[in-house]
């Protein structure tokens, strides 16, 4: 303990001569010095009460960075644990399944295609059978498909019915000719 | 997890090194490092593990690998009808991801063969070397070059290509 305490002075007195180059802190390049640094600046504090010198060390503060682990650690952990723990019981006692051909005359359901005792429990009670998703998709391309067919006939129809001019659309309203004033032209001569 | 290799499918045949006297009296390290390792490592971990296997076995449930029927081939689809396209190109999709799987069955057997034959595999692995060059070479054939957008169409048009070019060398070659 003696020995520490002449330690400490000795580092301390170091330090001190050291301040001009590092000021901020000692802790610069610690790994090419090979001499005991202490980190931050060390300042020697009276009333020491006997054990060793007692050392006021100014270093910067790591208050934020020492809170902020712990807040990541602990809402980590508040779920991770309960989670690992779970998993855990799945995977010892209720295993993974075993692989087996399909028997004669059975269809497996759509969630008995995997392995993982959760995989299949999500699979089972809340994602759709893909076969549902096949069929969703078959129908949307059907109504898509059945809308350009029936587009594609209309342009057809009413191009068509624009040349022929005998169908009922392309009719445009004229009017009557017993409306028509024929009196300028009634004699050759107007 | 990734899937560990199966023990049974690439089995090593039994070493044939025979059993040689003993010429000295001092016994032998080897087996003092097999017992520490039997008791310190080996007996427990076996204990644990038949007791997990114990407590899984109350309770099996298995698993099965889908089979898909066959549907229609695009080459079958009529023109305009979307819901054969649709089919057909799943079809091709899984086929692919067959094949697939294939190329890489036959080229973990190339490897266990050298590992198995050691300074021997370049005469004895030779049927498994070729088994590998045609499968890749049918499978470069088929989806080589269609790219990251290539679907079952592309695939077809392909093999169109194919046999145009199979029917011109025929034709050169029968001049």
Known sequence: ?190 | MPEDSDWEVYKVPPTRTPVSERTTSVPNPVTFFQTVFSYVIDAPVTFVREWIERQQAKNKFYYYHQKFRRVPDLSECLEGDYLCFFEAEAQWRRDRLVDQEIVEIVRERLGACKQREGPNQFQNCAKEVEQLAQVTKAYQDRYGDLGVHGNARTCLMKQKHRMMEERKAQANASQ
């Open chain 1, 1 to 190: 303990m003696a020995a520490m305490s002449l330690l400490l002075r000795a580092a301390v007195a170091w330090g001190a001569r050291r301040v001009p180059s590092g000021v901020a802190g000692g802790a610069r390049l610690p790994w090419f010095a090979g001499a005991a640094r202490l980190p931050g600046t060390v300042a020697p504090v009276r009333h020491s009460s006997g054990h060793g010198k007692r050392m006021f060390i100014i270093k910067a503060t790591s208050f934020y960075d020492t809170r902020f682990l712990n807040l990541l650690r602990f809402y980590i952990f508040l779920t991770g644990i309960p989670a690992a723990l779970f998993i855990t019981y799945v995977n010892i006692f209720i295993g993974e399944a075993e692989l087996a051909e399909i028997p004669e005359g059975y269809i497996p359901e759509y969630w008995e295609y995997y392995k993982h005792p959760i995989s299949r429990w999500i699979a089972r009670y809340f994602l759709d059978p893909p076969e549902k998703n096949y069929e969703k998709e078959m129908a949307l391309l059907d109504v898509e498909a059945k809308k350009t067919e029936l587009r594609l006939m209309e342009l057809e129809a009413r191009r068509l019915m624009r040349h022929r001019g005998d169908g009922p659309w392309y009719h445009y309203e004229t009017p009557d000719k017993n409306l028509i004033d024929n009196s300028m032209k009634s004699t050759p001569d107007n």
